[in-house]
């Protein structure tokens, strides 16, 4: 498995050190911000296998919560295969976090913009909470310091690379019990729910907006 480059990025507002681990894109110290021996990711095994996006031809990206109610963690394909690995393209890393930002982001109809770390000069990719809430200070997901821009915005590497276009919603309500399968293809826009296009889902005995279930099922996920 890949060994964690492990690094002190700075304080807290709270004057606690934090650390980061640049080859998995994730914190490193504890609560009391001692440095760990190894990072908080909790899928490291992601970053043993890549795709080329630019030296490989992609036809077609799509992402597969098979029940999002449970598990955050989606199965990626791409060119119809699934994948268990990261996504590069140039100096990018990018992975199943990144691909649900942008349907979070496109679901809120925010326009992604082309954010650089001040820091490191890494392009930047927001996702849960921050994929659909416009913000100035941004985290880097490849350095871990903190960087500020002029305006409020929300970034994304994949939109840097490809042409991804508006997801298509239909006025439709769609059952939600205890299963909800959310199946989301980058390039066609396609965005299902337990099979079904719609703008609604029920669930728990009252309706509510795909665009807010969706936001709180995956605020998390950053």
Aim: negative net charge.
């Amino acid at each position: 498995m890949m060994k964690c480059d492990i690094k002190y990025v700075g304080k807290l507002r709270t004057g606690i050190p934090k650390y980061y681990c640049s080859v998995h894109k994730s914190f490193a110290s504890d609560k009391d911000g001692n440095k760990l021996d190894s990072c908080l990711c909790k899928c490291k095994d992601l970053f043993e296998q890549s795709f080329d996006l630019k030296n490989n031809p992609v036809e077609s990206i799509k992402i597969v919560y098979e029940n999002v109610l449970e598990n955050q963690v989606p199965k990626v394909f791409i060119n119809e295969k699934e994948f268990y690995g990261v996504l590069l393209y140039d100096n990018s890393i990018l992975h199943y976090k990144d691909l649900g930002g942008i349907m979070l982001s496109l679901l809120n109809n925010i326009p992604l913009e082309v954010v650089t770390c001040s820091h490191c000069q890494h392009y930047h990719s927001d996702n849960g909470k921050f994929a659909y809430t416009p913000h100035r200070t941004h985290l880097c997901l490849y350095c871990g310091h903190l960087f500020r821009v002029k305006e409020r915005n929300i970034g994304n590497e994949l939109s840097i690379i490809y042409d991804i276009p508006k997801i298509k919603l239909e006025n439709n309500s769609i059952l939600v019990d205890k299963v909800c399968m959310v199946e989301y293809n980058l390039f066609s826009g396609e965005l299902l729910i337990n099979g079904e296009v719609g703008n609604t889902v029920f669930y728990e005995n009252k309706g509510i907006s795909l665009v807010e279930f969706l936001n709180q099922c995956l605020e998390n996920e950053y």
